[in-house]
């Protein structure tokens, strides 16, 4: 019994190019207790891996957070499957803006301690205790509200190539960081403010409608289905558009394109651009934004040193990283010194000096 995958990225791409069929991009999460995560786990990719699913997806005692692509034409078999499972029958499926063949290439099921990463250790909050969920419209209204404040509750690598108009955007590399300095700015305002918030697709919003109002804030508001369904109902709506740039996505896409605003910039050269890439050097691998011409001059690396090693046999490379290590770099996002244009970000104090 096949409980994982066998197949490489590059295999797999052969048999997608070779299948011809148009698949779909999609996400979805839900918390509810599962009582045995792995054996859960474990039929879910007995199931999916005949349906040719392939993607990201985590299981917890506490739910599961899925990221994944299949053919479209296995779509119905998908749903009607989710159907036969009580707490994700009828489920909200976020169907991706811009659609990619190859946006996954692996089907990763893993049971993790929680769908996502938060560091907390308090277990006296109620998850399901959550905010209020609001449509696209809704949103619109409430963050043109003066005593609102609009928080994005994603890290800084992805809100800087796009976010919603006057938004905060704390700078932070992980979710829980934002957890305690939005909770410490905003002290003072528990009760007379609305504190909205909004992120990729709605499981971290989520969990952290729940833990704000279990820390006192009165007014606790998040975008249902994240950006991914608030761009969905703005054109099904014919609503204004208050999102500039791009939506971040963890996907071999990178990014969908929600406006034609760029408001980022190259890390290296300062113009105007909003595309993420990795270094070429396998012992960096760092994720920042490059424009064409850097990409061309800096041969897709983020400096000179690591341009220096990448050009150099592959052998070579390898015998260099043998009992080095990975560099730090490969864990960050868009952080390095010698990465000059690093986008300045708004913060909650912006707001009340505005």
Known sequence: MQLYNKLSAKERAELIEKAGKDRLTLSFYQYAKIENPQEFRDQLFLVWDKLDVLGRIYVASEGINGQLSLPAENFE?????????????????????????????????????????????????????????????????????????????????????????????????????????????????KEDKNLVMYCTG?????????????????????????IIEYTRQVKEENLENKFLGQNFVFDDRRAERISEDVIANCHQCGEPFDVHTNCANEACHL???????????????????????????????????????????????GRADHLPHKKDLRNINDFFTK
């Open 287 to 333: 994720l920042f934004i490059q424009c064409p011409k850097c990409k061309e001059e800096m041969e897709n690396c983020c400096s000179t040193a690591c341009m220096e090693i990448n050009r150099l046999p592959y052998e070579e490379q390898k015998v260099l990283r043998k009992g080095q290590g990975n560099s730090n770099d490969i864990f960050k996002k």
């Open 77 to 189: 078999a998908f749903k009607t499957h989710l159907d036969t499972i009580d707490f994700l029958k009828d489920i909200r499926l976020n169907i991706a803006v811009e659609q990619d063949n190859m946006s996954f290439l692996k089907l990763k099921v893993k049971v993790r301690k929680k769908i996502v990463a938060d560091g907390l250790n308090d277990h006296t909050f109620d998850v399901t205790n959550k905010g209020i969920h609001v449509g696209a419209d809704k949103f619109n209204q409430l963050i043109e509200d003066e005593n609102t404040v609009l928080v994005d509750m994603r890290n800084h690598y992805e809100s800087e190539i796009g976010h919603f108009k006057n938004a905060v955007t704390p700078d932070v590399d992980t979710f829980r960081e934002s957890l305690d300095i939005i909770e410490d700015d905003l002290k003072e305002h």
């Open 202 to 226: 709605g499981i971290r919003c989520e969990k952290a409608s729940a833990y704000f109002k279990h820390k006192g804030f009165k007014n606790v508001y998040q975008l249902e289905g994240g």
